[in-house]
């Protein structure tokens, strides 16, 4: 079936021929696939933890208890940190989580799609309006309707690993570009919620924490430029800084993005990888597996009834973050990126159409990780808005969840023709076609299996013809 065309006004000729969403290099494709793969179970993961956190905290034998881990407190209160369960997972364990990040963005800006300016542009917009738009449509919700405007950030993050995860149970298989497409989007989308929470959501400053939070910085810094190796001196380190900046003011996950933005991301000679990747590949699983599901766990335990599911849909505060979610992401990530097709000497690829890209925009409005800790920012003094917001993000997800399942659905026919024809490896040789289409050998080794075939087609053929001739012989 051939690819339906796109609409007119983005079929104007490119003197750039720069394709929208077109193919990825190799070794981008690679990455990609081996990233996702790792976010979709991570994302499987974080999906239990949701309903395990859901359903301890709404069964009446068992509710009581949740309440009493999720508020239990420790540490050493000397030091500023006797927090709650759920407050350690918060800013401790989400450390983990966004210092993974700071290391996925770092590796974008120097050896991905963020190097160059170019093709940075899209993913760049895309997530700018797709944050942009679910906060304004929050903020209008709440003048009309009286409401708090403090929670126009909740609404405005994508939480790529859950998001993944509903492709990995609809069983979707987006073509490469759009795969790529998301994830990046997720990376700027995660700097710009870093930022938010930085700006937004700090406290009273503590300068000298501040200030010993910045040399631990920067000997973390000038370690990793000397080379210096081994956990033990770089986990101490790192919780040295994290506690500084926790009792500083600014948001201890800060931290996490700063250290991951100073690690090395490109390789040397003689490196199969650089510090950044290898780092990454240790500590992921931590994040994935542990850190993340184990903060949703303690924040997603929301009491839901029919009386609080209706509120959600009565307050303006809930019905914001809804809304901002469902609407604002679909409709400022789809528009962010037909503005740069549109403005720019940029066109969609051939192969896709703009309802793939609406599939994908509905996508990111699962918003739950970052969503949940800016909800816990925005709201800290009100406890029962806390979590009625908590139960808008679950609900909000859930419905952009849906919605995007039902598109992603309906083009899975098309995406499994793009996918296969991106996968399709004739020659046999570790790479797909599509890649070696201009390569003079790959046209070689393809003329002569085509030979071989042939060339049996005739033998079958000479030998069914000399039975036909045999069996006319009068007997």
Same mark, same amino acid.
């Given at each position: 079936m051939s690819a339906p065309q796109e609409p007119q006004q983005s079929q104007k000729p490119q003197p750039s021929g720069r394709k929208v969403l077109g193919h990825l290099s190799l070794p981008e494709r690679n990455f990609v696939a081996d990233a996702l793969r790792a976010e979709t179970v991570g994302g499987v993961l974080l999906l239990v933890a949701a309903v395990a956190a859901v359903v301890w905290a709404n069964v009446p034998a068992i509710s009581h208890s949740y309440e009493t881990v999720r508020d239990f407190h420790l540490g050493p209160a000397s030091l500023g940190l006797d927090l709650s369960v759920e407050h350690w997972a918060a800013d401790g364990l989400l450390a983990v989580f966004f210092f993974v990040a700071g290391v996925e963005l770092k590796r974008e800006l120097v050896a991905g799609d963020l190097r160059d300016p170019k093709a940075a542009a899209l993913p @760049?917009?895309?997530a700018i309006c797709g944050m942009a738009a679910p906060a304004l449509v929050y903020t209008l919700v709440n003048v009309v309707g009286g409401g708090s405007t403090d929670g126009w950030a909740v609404?405005?993050?994508?939480?790529?690993?859950f998001a993944l995860a509903v492709l990995a149970v609809i069983g979707t298989s987006l073509p490469g570009a759009l795969r790529a497409f998301l994830l990046t989007l997720a990376v700027v989308d995660d700097l710009l919620a870093i930022l938010i929470i930085a700006v937004f959501f700090t406290d009273d400053l503590n300068f000298a924490a501040l200030g010993g939070a910045v040399v631990g910085l920067a000997v973390f810094w000038l370690l990793t430029r000397k080379g210096v190796r081994g956990w033990y001196v770089y986990v101490p380190l790192a919780? @040295?800084?994290?506690?500084?900046?926790?009792?500083?003011?600014?948001?201890?996950?800060i931290a996490g993005v700063a250290m991951g933005l100073m690690l090395r991301c490109t390789r040397r000679e003689g490196e199969e990888r650089s510090p950044g990747e290898h780092i990454e590949h240790l500590v992921r699983p931590l994040s994935a597996g542990f850190a993340v599901p184990l903060f949703a766990l303690f924040s997603a335990g929301v009491v839901v009834s029919g009386g609080a599911l209706?509120?959600?849909f009565g307050r303006p505060e809930t019905l914001g973050v809804v809304l901002g979610l469902v609407v604002g992401k679909t409709v400022g990530i789809f528009g962010g990126t037909w503005l740069t097709a549109r403005f720019t000497k940029a066109s969609l690829s051939d192969e896709l159409v703009w309802p793939d890209v609406f599939a994908v925009a509905s996508l990111a409005g699962i918003g739950f990780t970052v969503s949940l800790l800016i909800g816990e920012l925005a709201f800290s003094e009100n406890p029962v808005l806390t979590d009625e917001v908590k139960a808008a993000v679950l609900i909000g997800s859930l419905i952009a969840a849906v919605i995007s399942g039902v598109l992603l659905k309906l083009r899975n026919a098309k995406y499994r023709a793009l996918w296969e024809e991106e996968e399709r490896d004739d020659d046999l040789d570790g790479v797909p076609d599509i890649y070696e289409k201009d390569t003079p050998d790959y046209h070689l080794r393809m003329a002569a299996i085509h030979e071989k075939k042939a060339a049996e087609h005739r033998r079958l053929a000479e030998v069914a013809g000399g039975e036909g001739a045999e069996g006319e012989r009068p007997a």
């Open positions: @760049v917009v895309a609404p405005t993050a994508t939480d790529i690993a919780l @040295v800084i994290w506690g500084l900046m926790y009792n500083s003011g600014i948001h201890a996950t209706g509120d959600v």
